[in-house]
């Protein structure tokens, strides 16, 4: 089973940055992963994207965020990054990593998310 465990979260002042990182683990092997996302849910709020990027590393990211963040991956440690700088206090959510996953050759490709690491920027 893949799992996706996130770090990085925490507490900063608005105008601070952070650094989230997410990593695919599993006791088998990973055949392929496709895009990868990061999604945020404030909240009372419906989770929303933020950033995805693609295996070969095209990107789209929320208006809101546009020019603040950076999503990254390294397809060979199976990781990807979110790189947030200037952050508001309206940034502070809930943040999931988010990955298409095909595990093996042949299965079709599943959705899989991680735990949540929560970013708070104060005012």
């Known amino acids: 089973q893949v799992q996706l465990v996130e770090s990085g979260g925490g507490l900063v002042q608005a105008g601070g940055s952070l650094r989230l990182s997410c990593a695919a683990s599993?006791?088998?092997?990973?055949?392929?992963?496709?895009?990868m996302a990061w999604y945020r849910q404030a909240p009372g709020k419906q989770r929303e994207l933020v950033a995805t990027?693609?295996?070969?590393?095209?990107?789209i990211y929320a208006d809101s965020v546009k020019g603040r963040f950076t999503i990254t991956r390294d397809n060979a440690k199976k990781m990807v990054y979110l790189q947030m700088s200037s952050l508001k206090p309206e940034d502070t959510a809930v943040y999931y990593c988010?990955?298409?996953?095909?595990?093996?050759?042949?299965?079709?490709?599943?959705?899989?998310w991680g735990q949540g690491t929560q970013v708070t920027a104060s005012s």
């Open positions: 988010n990955a298409n996953i095909q595990e093996t050759w042949g299965l079709p490709a599943r959705d899989y």
């Open positions: 990027i693609t295996r070969t590393g095209s990107t």
């Open positions: 599993t006791s088998g092997i990973i055949f392929k992963i496709n895009s």
